[in-house]
């Protein structure tokens, strides 16, 4: 194995990744998710973007950060939100 200076994680490749992008990127894949569900499949799931962009408009209020403590949780890390 070589060592390339990332965080290795027993649960796959995103685990190696700063938590500064992965919020990000899980937050817009369920945005673009929900559009494409809602678009194709039933106007019911046009609340799921709904949801994820009241989720980062209280993250950014209140400091909470629940979608980080959740990939945390995922990656088996138990340090607490910074």
């Not at 070589?2 to 990127?25: H, I, S, W, Y």
């Not at 989720?55 to 400091?63: C, D, F, I």
């Not at 990939?71 to 138990?78: D, E, F, L, R, T």
Request: with cysteine; proline share 4%; aromatic share 8%.
């Amino acid at each position: 194995m070589q060592d390339n200076g990332k965080t290795e994680c027993n649960k796959g490749g995103a685990c190696g990744m700063p938590f500064e992008r992965k919020v990000p990127l899980v937050a817009g894949s369920l945005i673009l998710l929900g559009f494409f569900l809602a678009h194709t499949v039933s106007s019911i799931f046009m609340w799921v973007p709904v949801i994820v962009g009241g989720m980062m408009v209280y993250e950014g209020l209140t400091g909470n950060c629940l979608m980080t403590m959740a990939i945390k949780k995922a990656c088996g890390k138990s340090e607490s939100c910074s």
